[in-house]
């Protein structure tokens, strides 16, 4: 094989490496929220309450002003290890495979048991890297529109929204207090769900139908079972088949030069 050839495919491997282009279940992208009170569902890479605690797939917590004083019905469900309140909640992740439209919500608990009726941010959280998204940079993908449902209706479409680094992961604001850039939230506070359909594009990849693009299996209406909490396959054998592409190239290379 001439170097010319090899080097050809080092470089092609390399720019594979460097891009977001989604394969099946590629990353995941989860609702987070937290309203006036502190009730929450934390964003992914929290390293007490994200994806990796016992509260992240099916919990939602009430603080409570870490007091077992504050709400003393519901002291069954006070949890004395991080001094706060913990309830059963149902949420729709979903896996991102391509460019579409997709779905994630929050429910299955009771809403107004802590007597709050606004919102500090909702978040969609994904493990996609944020830099193929960073507005500072030279952006290759971008999250074009979402929308917010409160009880299945829509509150509000932002178009463009503003993406925001979750350690090294992309976040994409609906509602965020803390935000000076973003308008406050002044629409409906549940009493059974908030969903988010978002659309994405510069993931690549195509839909099961072998169109472009993808739907979530969510829904408007609410909070699915949940059975879509799981982590899903970041795409890391991808990229080390990319890697070992690389390698072997490199090594054809070294072996082409001893040879002469």
Partial sequence: MKISKILASVAVASIAAGAVAATAGAYNAALSFQNGVYTFREMRTNSSYGEDSAYWADKVIMWGGNSETTWPDLIDNFDWDINGYVFDADYTDVDLDSDGTYTVAAGGFDWAQDGCTNFKFIKVTTDIPFDAFDPEGDPTAFVTSATLYVDGVAQTTIENPIPEKDGD????????????????????????????????????????????????AGSTDGASDGDNKNSADTGVEGVAAVAGLAIVAGGAMLLSKKRK
């Fill in 169 to 216: 992961y992309l976040s994409i604001n609906i509602v965020n207090s803390y935000n000076p850039d973003m308008e406050s939230y002044t629409g409906a506070y549940p009493t059974e769900s908030i969903t988010v359909d978002f659309t994405i594009e510069g993931l690549g990849g195509d839909s099961a139908d072998g169109s472009e693009g993808g739907d979530s």
